[in-house]
């Protein structure tokens, strides 16, 4: 699988932007720069979007793709997540007040601009040509991470969360994993703020990574710092020996 990084930061400024990820170019995981990374080819090369959760800097920039492919013509887009992640879409976000629904405008004899897909906890389901499995994760809000399985070969995305149980079980199930992609918000002195807003810090990542035991050297990739804090925080991952961890830079590319 090829993975290009079009956002991967916990906040924004010019040089900076919100997570999101391609796989193939057709898979993007949440959406928070999906149009501010992407010229319009791209955005109409997608198939499919996993959204993690509700929280506007991972689903912003669904308004802006759905707009641009309306006006391209393109094949309807999936939308994939949670129910109460695809609750939160269309009530408060393509509600018509916010921003046209546009599961109700069409964008040619397709079909509508965008298709919503709810994805069952830790049911595998088929999106855009691979399979996905939701598992949910601790968050503020209903939030969860993926399995993405394609030709034999899988890599997982936490999606926002600080200490949690279940992906690491999950995962300790899945063969074939060639990479994780793992949030990290605040450095370890701001553990209080990151506990509270269902973050980890690079002591705490440590510490759940080790429930992974014998994958813990799977290439990682640390998204989601927040950008006032971005130094400090990579010092810090620095400094944690026996894990295989890597800070991408926006528009880095991985074959996986």
């Known amino acids: 699988m090829e993975l290009y990084v079009v956002g991967c930061h916990g906040g924004e400024t010019p040089k900076h932007r919100a997570s999101t990820f391609l796989l193939d170019q057709t898979l993007a995981i949440d959406a928070g720069s999906v149009t501010r990374g992407l010229e319009l080819d791209g955005q109409a090369r997608l198939e499919a979007c996993l959204v993690s959760h509700a929280h506007v800097d991972h689903v912003r920039d669904l308004a802006t793709l759905a707009d641009n492919r309306c006006q391209m013509r393109c094949a309807p887009l999936v939308v994939a997540g949670m129910s109460s992640t ?86 300790a199930g899945v063969k ?54 971005q130094k400090e925080v990579e010092a810090e991952c620095a400094r944690l020996s026996g894990l295989s961890l890597e800070i991408p830079n926006l528009e880095d590319l991985f074959q996986l």
């Open 86 to 171: 695809i609750a939160a879409l269309k009530s408060h976000f393509f509600n018509g007040v916010i921003w046209p629904d546009f599961s109700r405008i069409p964008c040619g004899p397709q079909g509508m601009t965008i298709e919503f897909v709810e994805l069952l906890p830790e049911v595998p389901t088929m999106v855009a040509g691979r399979q996905v499995t939701a598992v949910e994760v601790s968050h503020t809000i209903d939030c969860s991470g993926f399995v993405v399985e394609h030709k034999g070969e899988a890599v997982a995305y936490s999606g926002d969360t600080g200490p949690t149980e279940r992906l690491w079980q999950v995962l």
């Open 176 to 229: 074939n994993l060639r990479a994780l992609l793992l949030e990290v918000s605040f450095p370890d002195r701001e553990e209080a703020l990151a506990t509270v807003s269902g973050h980890y810090t690079p002591k705490t990542l440590a510490a759940d990574l080790k429930k992974l035991g014998g994958q813990r050297d799977l290439p990682t990739l640390l998204y989601h710092i927040k950008p006032f804090y």
